[in-house]
């Protein structure tokens, strides 16, 4: 593999020629995303993948912890 172009939304968000191939999603809105890519091999030959789905959920969890005879108050 030459190089990796990904787009999400019809946008290119990176171009990675250095395995192991990503991109950066910390900059992608909260909410549903598609993310589709093309494989170069060195000598200029493409293969497209995808679309995937994905959600960018940045809300944190939660949690509440209950022990036996203690009051929990929200």
């Known amino acids: ?11 290119v968000v990176s171009e990675d020629d250095t395995p192991p191939f ?6 992608l809105s909260e909410g549903e995303h598609r993310i589709s890519w093309v494989v170069y091999d060195k000598a200029g030959n493409s293969n497209n993948g995808g679309p995937a789905g994905f959600v ?6 939660v949690a509440e912890v209950n022990t036996p005879g203690t009051l929990v108050a929200n």
């Open 22 to 27: 990503t991109f950066d999603a910390s900059g």
């Open 56 to 61: 960018v959920d940045r809300t944190p969890p």
């Open 1 to 11: 593999v030459g190089k990796v172009v990904f787009t999400v939304d019809d946008a």
